[in-house]
C-alpha cells in the first residue's frame, strides 16, 4: 500500500473512532432506558474506564503504527463497546435489560460500515462480540428470553451480514485501489510519450520547452549552452534513397549524438531533421567543443548518402551560450543558435559555427579538420 494510502487509512479509521465514541456516549441514554437500576455502574464502566481506554486506542492511530497494530486497534473498538454492554446487562435487574442485547447489531454495522475494516480483523472482531453474547446467554439463562435460540441466529445472521458487507467493500476497495494504481501509470506512458519523439526516442520539442523553463523557475541565472544541427542535404536524401531509409539516417544520428553526449546533456529532436543538445552550466568553449565532437562522430559514422562529396552523411552546428534566467534568454539564446546554424551552412556545411578556437582543437588534441564542402 502507498504511503498517501496508509495515511488516508489512519485518518479514516480516526475519524471512524471518534464517531464511535459518540455513537457510545449516546447508549447512556439507553442505560437510563432499560437499565436505570445499575445506571451508577452503567457511568462507572462507560465513562470511568471503557471512555479513556477508547481515547487511549484513539491516540495510538495519531502515532501513525503499522498496518497490524492501526487495524488492531481499531477492531479492538467495537468489541469494548459490546464487553461494557454486556457488564451493564448482567449487572442489571430491569425486565429490559434483554433489549439492551440487541446494541450488539450496531456495534456488528459499526465495525463493517463506518470502519470499514480489513475482513480478517472484522472476522476477528465480529467472532469475538458473537463469543461475548454467548457468555452473557449462558450467565442470563432461559428466564429473560422468550427463545434464546431465535435471538442467537438473528444475531449469527447480523454477523455473517455485517461480513458479508466486509468483504465485499474491501474488494471494491482494491479494486479501486488498482484502477486508481494502473489509471496513474497509464497517465505517466501518456505524458512520457507526449515528451518524446516515437522515432527515435528522443525527447521532443515540448520536453526542450519544459527543460528550459525549469531552468528559468529555478531563479539562479545559469550557464546554458545550446548546439543545434540538422542533416546537411537531407531532403536530397530521402528523395534518392527513400523515406524508410530516411528514417533509419534520423535514428542513427539520434544514437550518434546521445553516445557523444555528455552524461548530464539532454538531446532532443528539434523537428525533421533538426536536433538540439541542451548543456547545462557550460560555457561558449566547451560547447565548441561538444559540438565538433559531435560533427566528427557524425562524420564517422560513414552513413552512405549519395549526393555528398566523400560520400558520407554529415551535419551542421550552430552553437551558442549565454546566462538563462528569464524566458526572453531562452529565446534569444535559441535565435543565436539557430542563426548560427544558417551561418554554418552557408559558409559549406559539415562544420561548427562560429569555428571552435585553435586553442580550443589544440587542447582536444584535434587539427583543423578538412571540411566536405558543399
Given at each position: 500500500?502507498r ?9 479514516q479509521?480516526?475519524?471512524a473512532?471518534l464517531i464511535g465514541?459518540?455513537i457510545?456516549l449516546?447508549?447512556l ?7 436505570p ?6 457511568f462507572?464502566?462507560?465513562?470511568v ?10 491516540l495510538v492511530l495519531l502515532?501513525?503504527?503499522?498496518p497490524?497494530?492501526r487495524?488492531?486497534?481499531a477492531a479492538a473498538?467495537p468489541?469494548?463497546?459490546t464487553?461494557?454492554?454486556?457488564i ?6 430491569a425486565?429490559?435489560r434483554?433489549v439492551?442485547l440487541?446494541?450488539?447489531v450496531?456495534a456488528?454495522?459499526y465495525?463493517a460500515?463506518v ?8 472476522v ?6 458473537f463469543?461475548l ?5 449462558l450467565?442470563l439463562?432461559d428466564v429473560?428470553?422468550?427463545d434464546?435460540?431465535?435471538?442467537t ?5 447480523a454477523?455473517?451480514l455485517s461480513?458479508?458487507a ?7 476497495w482494491?479494486?479501486g485501489?488498482l484502477?486508481n494504481?494502473?489509471?496513474?501509470l ?6 512520457a510519450a507526449?515528451l518524446?519523439?516515437?522515432l ?6 515540448r520536453a526542450l520547452?519544459i527543460a528550459?523553463?525549469?531552468i528559468?523557475?529555478?531563479?539562479r ?7 543545434l544541427?540538422d ?5 536530397t536524401?530521402?528523395?534518392?534513397l ?6 533509419e539516417?534520423l535514428?542513427?544520428?539520434a544514437?550518434v ?5 555528455r ?5 532532443f529532436r528539434y523537428?525533421?531533421?533538426?536536433f538540439?543538445?541542451l548543456?547545462r ?16 562522430a557524425?562524420?564517422a559514422?560513414r552513413?552512405v548518402h549519395p549526393d555528398?562529396?566523400?560520400?558520407v552523411?554529415?551535419?551542421?552546428f550552430?552553437a551558442a ?5 528569464s524566458?526572453?534568454?531562452?529565446a534569444?539564446l535559441?535565435?543565436?543558435a539557430d542563426q548560427?546554424l544558417y551561418?554554418a ?5 559539415n562544420r561548427?559555427?562560429?569555428p571552435p578556437?585553435?586553442?580550443v ?9 578538412s571540411l566536405?564542402?558543399?
Amino acid at each position: 500500500m502507498r504511503p498517501e494510502t496508509e495515511h488516508y487509512r489512519t485518518r479514516q479509521l480516526l475519524g471512524a473512532g471518534l464517531i464511535g465514541i459518540a455513537i457510545y456516549l449516546t447508549y447512556l441514554w439507553v442505560d437510563w432506558g432499560l437499565t436505570p437500576d445499575v445506571l451508577h455502574i452503567a457511568f462507572a464502566v462507560r465513562l470511568v474506564v471503557m471512555l479513556p481506554l477508547g481515547l487511549g486506542l484513539c491516540l495510538v492511530l495519531l502515532t501513525a503504527p503499522p498496518p497490524w497494530l492501526r487495524e488492531t486497534v481499531a477492531a479492538a473498538l467495537p468489541v469494548l463497546a459490546t464487553l461494557s454492554t454486556l457488564i451493564v446487562v448482567l449487572a442489571s435487574e430491569a425486565p429490559l435489560r434483554t433489549v439492551h442485547l440487541h446494541s450488539i447489531v450496531v456495534a456488528l454495522l459499526y465495525l463493517a460500515v463506518v470502519q470499514r475494516l480489513r475482513f480478517y480483523y472484522a472476522v476477528a472482531a465480529g467472532l469475538l462480540i458473537f463469543a461475548l453474547y454467548g457468555v452473557a446467554m449462558l450467565f442470563l439463562g432461559d428466564v429473560d428470553l422468550h427463545d434464546p435460540a431465535v435471538e442467537t441466529v438473528l444475531i449469527g445472521l447480523a454477523l455473517v451480514l455485517s461480513l458479508f458487507a466486509t468483504f465485499e467493500l474491501e474488494r471494491e476497495w482494491r479494486r479501486g485501489y488498482l484502477l486508481n494504481v494502473t489509471l496513474r501509470l497509464r497517465g505517466r506512458t501518456l505524458e512520457a510519450a507526449s515528451l518524446h519523439d516515437p522515432l527515435t526516442g528522443l525527447e521532443n520539442r515540448r520536453a526542450l520547452d519544459i527543460a528550459l523553463s525549469d531552468i528559468v523557475a529555478a531563479g539562479r541565472a545559469e550557464s546554458v549552452g545550446l548546439v543545434l544541427f540538422d542533416i546537411d542535404l537531407f531532403k536530397t536524401y530521402n528523395d534518392t534513397l527513400g523515406h524508410q531509409a530516411g528514417d533509419e539516417c534520423l535514428k542513427c544520428i539520434a544514437d550518434v549524438a546521445l553516445l557523444n553526449a555528455r552524461g548530464p546533456d539532454r538531446v532532443f529532436r528539434y523537428g525533421g531533421e533538426e536536433f538540439l543538445l541542451l548543456l547545462r552550466r557550460t560555457g561558449l568553449a566547451d560547447t565548441l567543443l561538444v559540438a565538433e565532437r559531435l560533427r566528427r562522430a557524425v562524420e564517422a559514422s560513414r552513413l552512405v548518402h549519395p549526393d555528398r562529396e566523400g560520400g558520407v552523411v554529415t551535419a551542421s552546428f550552430g552553437a551558442a551560450s549565454g546566462q538563462l534566467g528569464s524566458s526572453e534568454d531562452a529565446a534569444d539564446l535559441l535565435l543565436a543558435a539557430d542563426q548560427a546554424l544558417y551561418q554554418a551552412k552557408h559558409a559549406g556545411r559539415n562544420r561548427v559555427w562560429p569555428p571552435p578556437p585553435e586553442a580550443v582543437m589544440r587542447l582536444a588534441g584535434w587539427d583543423r579538420p578538412s571540411l566536405t564542402a558543399g
